[in-house]
């Protein structure tokens, strides 16, 4: 039997307030909910929001700035590629930097940012080692580079989702840029990361064929009677977190990964 790799925070060992009226906006604000990823997400971004206290913060691929909230105590800028503003319509919004993220007119200054938070961005990114040559030049000596990435995860956003890295990928790219890994965690166990598309995988398929997935009915073993098939695998895969939702353990199946990478002091 191996231990856990650790133990995301439940709501109710959050003690300061702060974090606790963060932990109700993330979830129900954000739409996150409570479930292991969720949490450990979520904590993810408390350790992000504690290195930066009275710091300079990038979050690039700012997009709604929903993470803004988490940052009120940093010198929080953003950052935000104009493919992304062109698709999502967000040319209301302003951001401190407009460019490209894998390009080569990278716009916050060299040695100038203490830590970037990307979130759920770099799958979105054409040439992922570009942006982490362009990440490690802005960062200053000891600066750190939070990633929260997929890895079983739908294609979204389409066109432009072009990644999904194990983490032996994100390693090897992160590490030929100069990066030191401090932190290479599953972001949830791997029943979730097995089973959180499964009801878009039955549904889709329906689709494809010209069916209605809610009318799909099954039989249970040793009875003739009919049960949807949908709330049946729905409740199915609810038991199953409800089972494993104690702790991450090692997964080669996780929805992603949290990974913190520092730029050597030299």
């Known amino acids: 039997m191996q231990p856990p790799l650790y133990v995301p925070k439940n709501k109710e060992q959050y003690i300061d307030l702060r974090e606790q009226v963060l932990y109700e906006y993330f ?26 206290k009275g710091k300079t913060v990038l979050d690039a691929g700012a997009g709604q700035k929903r993470f803004e909230p988490f940052f009120t105590e940093s010198n929080y800028l953003t950052l935000e590629h104009p493919s992304g503003i062109a698709m999502k319509g967000m040319a209301h919004i302003s951001y401190d930097y407009v ?15 203490d830590l970037i938070y990307s979130h759920s961005v770099l799958e979105h990114i054409e040439r992922p080692e570009k942006f ?26 389409t066109p432009y989702d072009f990644n999904r890295f194990t983490r032996y990928g994100l390693k090897s790219r992160l590490e030929e840029a100069g990066f030191r890994i401090l932190k290479l965690l599953p972001s949830s166990n791997s029943i979730e990361g097995t089973t959180a598309f499964i009801l878009d995988g039955i549904i889709n398929d329906a689709q494809s064929r010209g069916l209605q997935a809610e009318n799909f009915t099954i039989k249970l073993p040793d009875s003739d009677q009919e049960h949807p098939l949908l709330p049946l695998v729905q409740h199915i895969i609810g038991s199953l977190y409800g089972l494993y939702d104690d702790a991450i353990y090692d997964s080669t199946a996780s929805i992603g990964w949290l990974c913190v990478a520092e730029k050597p002091a030299v």
């Open 27 to 52: 979830a129900k604000d954000l739409g996150w909910g409570e479930l292991m990823s969720s949490r450990a997400c979520f904590e993810f971004l408390i350790e992000a929001r504690n290195f930066s």
């Open 99 to 113: 460019c490209e993220l894998d390009g080569d007119n990278f716009l916050p200054s060299d040695n100038s940012i």
């Open 132 to 157: 982490f040559a362009n990440a490690i030049k802005c960062l200053k000596q000891s600066g750190r580079l939070f990633l929260n990435v997929p890895f079983m995860y739908l294609e979204h956003e």
